[in-house]
């Protein structure tokens, strides 16, 4: 056993045999099989000892037993039943000075409404592919105490999230995260890292919050969900359902200050929040 507790590639299929455990593609299960990934992740978190954090999908443990040495208290978001009950049992034998910082929820991070004991303050996770957006968007909603995070999602998805106005990735992820905080590629992680490895690279998006554009966010995401549903074509155009017709939405696109003929990748989160503060005048 490492010194510092964390899994090998050996420890991770030792564990899943064990457990009779397959990773489904339904549940994006990937894990991480490398420790010195693992110690990196934890690095680049740049997290402190009093920092409580949330993981999503901490699968077999890797990445909590590198976080468990970094931080006064770990939450762990575990939709599996069977990782959720073993998840204890492996940082009691491999940690057994640092289990009473975790506490595992079996739960779908994608329902929670609050997590139990003090608020988290960051969020580091490898989230699972096909979730990973919805699951960061819904954590920086419901949990206003996270101040950063680090996340590794595929690298495509990883190219959306940071993408910037008038870039060819730019669009609905990248507004919405951009709303609650300052996002940006942090790295690249090869595939040969995970087990089963992936078809696909992936990558780490790092985020610390920042205050919100004024407005309203809900009315501000209608705006951005419209724009983007036709990207094609101009504002005025793709506007036109979500204004009542395309004329109004003209008529609030000027009185934002937006050229009605322009694309909805080519504005910013601040663009969207007033032009959806058009519509409550």
Known sequence: MATDGLLTATDVRELATRLGLRPTKALGQNFVIDPNTVRRLVRVAGLHPVDVVVEVGPGLGSLTLGLLGAVSRVVAVEIDPVLATQLPATVAVRLPD????????????????????????????????????????????????LRTGLVMVQAEVADRLVAAPGSRTYGIPSVKAAWWAEVRRAGAIGRTVF???????????????????????????????AAFAQRRKTMRAALAGWAGSAAAAEQRLRAAGIDPASRGESLGVEDFARLAATAVR
């Open 195 to 225: 087990w089963p490895a992936p078809n696909v690279d992936s990558a780490l998006v790092a985020f610390t919050r920042r205050p919100p554009p004024t407005g309203d966010q809900a009315a501000t995401f209608a705006v951005v969900d």
């Open 98 to 145: 640092r289990s009473r910082r975790l506490e595992v929820v079996h739960g779908d991070a994608l329902t929670l409404n609050g997590l139990p004991g003090p608020p988290p303050t960051a969020f580091v996770a490898n989230l699972p592919y096909n979730v990973a957006v919805p699951v960061l968007l819904r954590l920086l909603e419901q949990l206003p105490s």
